[in-house]
């Protein structure tokens, strides 16, 4: 499965944990993540990451891209809702399209460590291998 992976800079730290914690799920899988949060979750857990651009240079349009073509499975988006009348954002990057996409294609999503931690124990469990159907009729 692809996995994508993005945090807001308050929650980076929170990110690296998760990757350390669960590295013996995610490292069956594919990871994606934009740049810089990539570069610490690699350099945390030693998982090898696809990394995108940095969200404010292109990598929220090309994480978008890959939901919309069904490429992306899971994402967990561990964002700072400090500011709750602000967009979820990662530096100036807008990332409610990515989130919107996911909507749209059914793709799983996390916004918070509860519920990111729920899906990566479901992925582990074959919960989720209903996506490699959807990703399948997707590709025909």
Same mark, same amino acid.
């Given at each position: 499965?692809?996995?994508?992976? +993005?945090?807001?800079?308050?929650?980076?730290?929170?990110?690296?944990?998760?990757? +350390?914690?669960?590295?013996?799920?995610? $490292? #069956?899988?594919? $990871?994606?993540?934009? *740049?810089?949060? !990539?570069?610490?979750?690699?350099?945390?857990?030693? &998982?090898? +990451? =696809?990394?995108?651009?940095? *969200?404010?240079? !292109? *990598?929220? @349009?090309? %994480?978008?891209? @890959?939901?919309?073509?069904?490429? $992306?499975? +899971?994402? $967990?988006? %561990?964002?700072?809702?400090?500011?709750?009348? #602000?967009?979820?954002?990662? !530096?100036?990057?807008?990332?409610?399209?990515?989130? =919107?996409?996911?909507?749209?294609?059914?793709?799983?999503?996390?916004?918070?460590?509860?519920?990111?931690?729920? %899906?990566?124990?479901?992925?582990? /469990?074959?919960? %989720?291998?209903? /996506?490699? &159907?959807? /990703?399948?009729?997707?590709?025909?």
């Amino acid at each position: 499965m692809n996995i994508a992976l +993005v945090a807001n800079d308050s929650k980076k730290t929170l990110m690296e944990n998760l990757c +350390v914690a669960y590295r013996h799920i995610l $490292i #069956k899988h594919d $990871i994606y993540a934009t *740049g810089t949060t !990539g570069q610490l979750i690699e350099d945390a857990s030693s &998982l090898p +990451v =696809h990394k995108y651009l940095a *969200g404010d240079l !292109g *990598g929220e @349009q090309q %994480l978008a891209s @890959q939901i919309s073509n069904n490429e $992306i499975d +899971v994402v $967990i988006f %561990l964002r700072d809702t400090t500011y709750p009348a #602000k967009p979820a954002t990662i !530096g100036a990057a807008d990332f409610s399209s990515a989130l =919107h996409l996911c909507d749209m294609h059914n793709i799983p999503l996390a916004t918070n460590l509860a519920t990111a931690e729920t %899906l990566l124990l479901a992925l582990d /469990r074959g919960d %989720l291998d209903w /996506r490699n &159907l959807v /990703r399948q009729d997707a590709a025909m």
